[in-house]
T-cell receptor, first 113, second 111 residues
Framework: SQTIHQWPATLVQPVGSPLSLECTVE??????LYWYRQAAGRGLQLLFY??????ISSEVPQNLSASRPQDRQFILSSKKLLLSDSGFYLC????????????FGQGTRLTVV | DAKTTQPPSMDCAEGRAANLPCNHS???????VYWYRQIHSQGPQYIIH?????ETNEMASLIITEDRKSSTLILPHATLRDTAVYYC????????????WGAGTKLIIKP
């Protein structure tokens, strides 16, 4: 069965520090992978998506970047965090075949202080 | 993608059926209706999806009107664990299209 792992679950980082969140998928190949951010009480905002190794599309301009070094690995990064980067970050994948459902990781709650 | 509108919140008594409405009056012929839910501080969970016909699975039933401009998610016997935010999304059934998330409906199941 397909599973998606995301870590860490919570993170407190000072302003100006770097960030690296990792997401890995098991049980599938060539997945479409996504990074979302969710502000409190709001829906999910798409940040990045990737249809393959080295292929990254950005939905909104921001202080973050993403990379896909391996087929089942998706990384969200920042060189210098801002207070506004705080939020709940979610990784998701959708099968490369005809999409039926998206699978989400458990999320990372990032607090920038 | 078609825009969907949902009530911001709803209450339901435990053991009763929870009926969550969703309007998608601009839905296109190739767009499916997807339902997800998100329990507090967790990732969203897929519930069900449909195109034209009513659908049922172990979690819920989805009733889509004949003109496809609205739908209702039915949780037949709500439990306290069904308390969550429920999202209705209209999107083509193709992984190249994004899921556009609104604010959803916060469903509170009361004992």
């Amino acid at each position: 069965s397909q599973t998606i792992h995301q870590w860490p679950a919570t993170l407190v980082q000072p302003v100006g520090s770097p960030l690296s969140l990792e997401c890995t998928v098991e049980g599938t190949s060539n997945p479409n992978l996504y990074w979302y951010r969710q502000a409190a009480g709001r829906g999910l905002q798409l940040l990045f998506y990737s249809v393959g190794i080295g292929q990254i599309s950005s939905e909104v301009p921001q202080n973050l970047s993403a990379s896909r070094p391996q087929d089942r690995q998706f990384i969200l990064s920042s060189k210098k965090l801002l207070l506004s980067d705080s939020g709940f970050y979610l990784c998701a994948w959708i099968s490369g075949a005809q999409a039926v459902e998206a699978f989400f990781g458990q999320g990372t709650r990032l607090t920038v202080v | 993608d078609a825009k969907t509108t949902q009530p911001p919140s709803m209450d339901c008594a435990e053991g009763r059926a929870a009926n969550l409405p969703c309007n998608h009056s601009t839905i296109s012929g190739n767009e499916y209706v997807y339902w997800y839910r998100q329990i507090h501080s967790q990732g969203p969970q897929y519930i069900i999806h449909g195109l034209k016909n009513n659908e049922t699975n172990e979690m819920a039933s989805l009733i889509i009107t004949e003109d496809r401009k609205s739908s209702t998610l039915i949780l037949p016997h709500a439990t306290l664990r069904d308390t969550a935010v429920y999202y209705c999304i209209a999107r083509p059934g193709d992984s190249n299209y994004q899921l556009i998330w609104g604010a959803g409906t916060k469903l509170i199941i009361k004992p």
